[in-house]
């Protein structure tokens, strides 16, 4: 693969979107013209994925199902987005990747860690990312930041089950040194990203400018 992927881990409300938004800015503004993708979404089979995921009807969803549809939704992603762009030599920066899986399903939910990241292999044709930022956020505070929303299905859940992902998030980079760095969501939105462009810099041997 010729291209760089760059994805951003972390519970909802840790501040994900803004980062993205702002490091693809600084791409631009480089000369660098990053794809943005979510997941789940980025294609029109995994939009309609996301759309069954995060409905408040579909509340007894089971976990096993919850997890295949994740990375159903994933595969799908990977085929048609994110392999033919990294082989294009482009930047590609995900909202939320292989990691969530983990943290969510394994951690929150509970499921074998070690099966979900074989069906995450299978799933990305053993594609990782070259780096992924997780913002760590108190999920107390995270809550507090979407509180103006309604929730979905996966956010009203409840703290404890929160408290698991992120203990999630850790074990996750732990085992990942290579790829994962963690950075702290509690500061201000500019220090954050400085720290974001450091890590991005570093892993990436890149000279992009942090001003």
């Known amino acids: 693969m010729k291209g760089k992927f760059i994805t951003f881990e972390g519970i909802d409300g840790s501040g994900k979107t803004t980062q993205i938004n702002l490091l693809e800015q600084k791409l631009i503004k480089e000369g660098i013209s990053p794809l943005i993708l979510r997941e789940p979404g980025g294609t029109r089979l995994s939009e309609r994925i996301r759309q069954i995921l995060l409905d408040r009807k579909n509340i007894n969803l089971s976990s096993v199902a919850e997890s295949l549809l994740f990375v159903a939704a994933r595969a799908q992603l990977v085929s048609d987005q994110i392999k033919p762009a990294l ?120 000279g992009i400018s942090c001003n």
């Open 87 to 206: 082989e294009q030599g482009k930047y590609v920066i995900c909202d939320r990747f292989i990691d969530s899986t983990v943290a969510y399903q394994g951690y929150g939910r509970r499921l074998n860690v070690e099966y979900l990241e074989q069906l995450n292999n299978y799933a990305t044709d053993n594609i990782h990312p070259d780096i992924t930022i997780i913002l760590d956020i108190n999920p107390g505070k995270a809550a507090l930041r979407k509180q103006s929303d309604t929730p979905d299905r996966m956010e009203d859940i409840g703290i404890d089950f929160f408290l698991r992902v992120q203990k999630g998030y850790y074990e996750i980079a732990n085992r990942h040194l290579k790829r994962c760095v963690i950075i702290d969501g509690n500061l201000s939105e500019n220090k954050v990203f400085e720290l974001v462009m450091k890590e991005v810099n570093k892993k990436l041997s890149k």
